[in-house]
């Protein structure tokens, strides 16, 4: 039993001389190799074996490079996609956020001429003229009315006149403290004394709730002229003289009728107006 | 004979990954699929095995790195059979076992080719970049010794699978 156990040991013992008697041949012979590598002028020969090895390793290699090289290809092209998707997003928005700019610039230049036109219309105008923004005015149209945002508190009146830079909008309707409604000459409850500026006509224009407004009783004894602007006359105490109304756009004239009646292009665009002077001295009468 | 033909394709196979695409890697430093392989069959086959897999594993790679023949061969050897040595000691089966094995060879592997570029005299050291590469590389290598592992695994299976003549004969007939 103890020869036994003696015998496994030193076999255990021999076959670890082996193993590290392996790694010491394997050393040996690694540094023989590099000593007589070194000692070459191009430190490097390969010989027959490496030149077989690297004969069959090099095109499997060569594969395998051009198959990193598809990869990589295809890589650079997501990451590109991706960068550029990434740099469209961006510019869109820059995009987007210049455009908001720009309509905002405009907005504030054409707000700035229509200002400077009020003002130099309000030169013009005799008593005090207040400046409202319109702030609302009714979606279906059914009403010829506007609000604005100046009301009692500064100094806004009932059936004060209200103006713009190229003529009359119409006359304060409701008056609260903040805020005002403006009843438009297009609205079918406005009627505006008025006169042919040259022919000195004298006549009323009445709201339709169209566009276009409707002159009527001027005198049948002289004809009126298309493209004849109509003038406020100053007549009812409303409205100041001399204010723009609109121009002749058609004239109506029937046999049996005692005045003659007529088409007026109101000299404001309606529609479209966003700021207006409110005349709240000068007006005689309210 | 087999299975010794298969581990020399699977480390040529490493050889020609490491050169055409590890090398590629936009890593900060590039893993070293020869080392953990060399290091995987020192701690499962042993001292001998260790250091004749890291010799072949060398000379491959010494081969295809263009470098005078023999200093890859030193320092895979020398970790091979390093790694081969404490196989009785070390718990491999363990999550971190691998990693640590794989981190301690890739010290050990680039302090022998340190000193064998040195003690040759090839060409000065980049000793700055050095403890980084090293750091990034042992972590790079810890990675791969799951996949290494499994290559191994699955050449020594293929090398020990028997094939019975007569089923080839009958292919062979028809």
């Known amino acids: 039993m103890a020869s036994t156990v003696h015998r496994t040991t030193l076999t255990r013992m021999h076959d670890g001389r082996r193993r590290w008697l392996v790694v010491g041949v394997l050393l040996l012979g690694a540094l023989a190799l590099l000593t007589s590598q070194v000692r070459r002028p191009d430190r490097r020969v390969v010989g027959p074996l490496g030149t077989l090895v690297l004969s069959v390793l090099a095109p499997v290699q060569g594969v395998l490079a051009r198959g990193a090289d598809a990869v990589a290809r295809f890589w650079q092209l997501y990451t590109e996609i991706g960068r550029l998707r990434a740099e469209n997003t961006r510019l869109r928005e820059e995009v987007q956020r210049l455009s908001g700019e720009v309509g905002r610039l405009r907005e504030q230049a054409q707000a700035t001429q229509r200002l400077e036109r009020l003002l130099a219309f309000r030169q013009q105008l005799p008593g005090r003229a207040l400046g409202a923004r319109v702030i609302g005015r009714d979606s279906r149209a059914w009403f010829a009315v506007l609000l604005v945002d100046r009301g009692a508190r500064d100094g806004v009146r009932r059936n004060d006149p209200v103006v713009a830079a190229e003529g009359l909008v119409g006359r304060v309707l409701t008056v609260t403290s903040g805020s005002a409604q403006v009843l438009l000459i297009s609205d079918p409850r406005s009627a505006v004394g008025v006169i042919l500026q040259q022919s000195r006509e004298a006549g009323v224009v009445e709201g339709q709730g169209q566009r276009l407004l409707r002159l009527k009783y001027v005198s049948r004894e002289r004809e009126i002229p298309l493209g004849e602007t109509v003038v406020t006359s100053g007549h009812g105490g409303l409205y100041p003289r001399g204010i723009p109304v609109g121009t002749v756009v058609s004239v109506v004239r029937e046999q049996a009728a005692l005045y003659q009646e007529a088409l007026i292009r109101p000299s404001v665009r309606l529609d479209h107006v966003e700021e207006v002077l409110i005349l709240v001295e000068g007006s005689p009468d309210r | ?174």
């Open chain 2, 1 to 174: 004979m087999r299975r010794a033909l298969l581990l020399g394709g699977v480390l040529a196979l490493a050889t020609m990954v490491d050169g055409a695409w590890l090398s590629r890697l936009p890593l900060p430093a590039a893993p070293d699929l020869l080392l953990v392989l060399v290091v995987a069959l020192g701690v499962r086959r042993g001292v001998a095995q260790g250091a004749v897999a890291g010799a072949a594993a060398g000379y491959l790679r010494d081969l295809v790195a263009g470098g005078p023949v023999g200093v890859y061969v030193l320092v895979y050897l020398v970790v091979g059979a390093a790694a081969g040595s404490v196989m009785a000691s070390l718990d491999v089966d363990h999550p971190t076992g691998p990693l640590v094995i794989a981190g301690a060879a890739t010290v050990l592997g680039t302090a022998v080719g340190a000193g064998v570029v040195l003690a040759a005299g090839l060409g000065p050291l980049p000793w700055s970049p050095l403890a980084w590469q090293l750091t990034a590389g042992a972590t790079m290598n810890a990675l791969l010794v799951r996949p290494a592992e499994a290559a191994l695994r699955w050449a020594e299976r293929v090398g020990q699978r028997r094939y019975p003549a007569r089923a080839l004969r009958f292919r062979g007939v028809r």
